[in-house]
């Protein structure tokens, strides 16, 4: 990817991530910032993951060293202090290490493996690597899928939990699946394909009663984020029909879903993946760009950036909106996921170069 000036909005996204404190000095990322209360969640795997790609994807793009240092350090924590390698577990949270989460473990492998094609330190492909081993070993149900929380340090299986999606099991750990795709392709072992492949077909059997899932509109919204973890995942097999045709009625139904339920809760994250996949799926081939609707959705994101003096909010993005307000979380995730489609966005209407897949943080 080419280097370029960074748009204002993208700038400051960037400089929230890197001079918030919402990466502590251990390296590791807060779950987010508490506005209101002015503290940060703990710190989170999944969340220090996806900021080891947001950093490298930052470095891809403005070639400026703090962030790929701020990105080393995240894969550092990640590799020396969150990783057990006696047990190959990654917890979801340290204090104390109780539980692990399919999810969060597919989104650490992948902030691992950015790191290591940026610098090919071996560290972290190694663990990255053993990640995803244990990831298909010790999560692996008698069903052929794959349970989503495990108890720590026994590796137990946690019962699903039917109100939650993210204590269940369903079409949304296709991304991190997609982890072992990248697996494959940075070890050539075939046996991290045929994972991945074989989870496509069951997340595109599971994928249809995922939507709505729920008579509370609110909790709707929440699942579209979700589901569009699904449609993400399928991005490496994006030319196939059936995955073809997938992203192209899983655009249309989170984009309706999302516009019917926007006056009571809006989530910025929903509207960032929304038009992520929206540019992905134009340029794979998929279904032609809706300027319209990407237009549309590009300025709802720009309104959740935080504007404020206060260092630990400025630039970072908040959560969400209810009834028009905001919620009161600035969040890593929606931050990062924002800042790219926005970046994403720029480079399509200056007809810049296509990212790698890889980068989609």
């Not at 002015?38 to 080891?52: D, K, L, P, R």
């Not at 072992?180 to 994972?195: K, Q």
Request: glycine fraction near 8%; charged fraction near 20%.
């Amino acid at each position: 990817m080419l280097n370029y000036v960074l748009p204002q909005p993208i700038s400051r996204a960037g400089q929230w991530f890197a001079r918030s404190g919402i990466q502590e000095s251990s390296g590791g990322v807060a779950r987010y910032y508490r506005a209101d209360l002015g503290c940060n969640n703990a710190v989170s795997t999944e969340i220090t993951g996806y900021a080891v790609s947001t950093f490298v994807y930052l470095h891809s793009i403005a070639r400026e060293a703090p962030f790929l240092e701020a990105a080393l350090r995240a894969a550092r924590f990640l590799t020396r202090t969150a990783w057990d390698g006696a047990s190959n577990a990654m917890p979801f949270e340290l204090g104390p290490p109780a539980f692990a989460y399919f999810f969060d473990c597919g989104i650490a492998v992948r902030g691992l493996l950015s790191a290591w094609r940026v610098t090919g330190e071996d560290e972290f492909l190694d663990v990255a690597t053993a990640l995803g081993e244990s990831m298909a070993a010790d999560f692996a149900c008698g069903d052929g899928g794959f349970h989503a929380i495990l108890s720590l340090p026994g590796k137990r299986p946690i019962p699903p939990d039917a109100a939650r999606w993210s204590a269940s099991p369903g079409c949304y750990q296709l991304k991190a699946a997609m982890a072992w795709h990248d697996l494959a392709e940075a070890t050539g072992d075939s046996r991290f394909r045929e994972l991945y492949e074989r989870a496509v077909e069951r997340s595109l059997g599971a994928s249809s009663g995922f939507l709505p899932g729920s008579a509370d509109p609110l909790k709707v919204v929440d699942r579209l984020h979700a589901f569009l973890y699904f449609l993400e995942g399928l991005l490496p097999s994006a030319t196939g029909n059936r995955c073809a045709a997938a992203i192209r009625d899983g655009i249309d139904r989170v984009a309706r879903a999302l516009r019917e339920a926007a006056s009571r809760f809006e989530r910025c994250d929903v509207y960032a993946q929304l038009l992520r996949m929206r540019l992905y799926a134009d340029w794979a081939g998929v279904t032609p760009l809706d300027r319209e609707a990407a237009k549309f959705e590009a300025a709802k994101l720009a309104g959740f950036q935080a504007s404020a003096s206060d260092a630990r909010i400025d630039g970072g993005f908040y959560f969400g909106r209810k009834a028009g307000a905001a919620l009161p979380f600035v969040n890593p995730v929606s931050t990062a996921f924002a800042l790219q489609a926005l970046a994403l966005w720029e480079q399509c209407r200056d007809g810049g170069a296509q990212p790698h897949r890889h980068l989609l943080i």
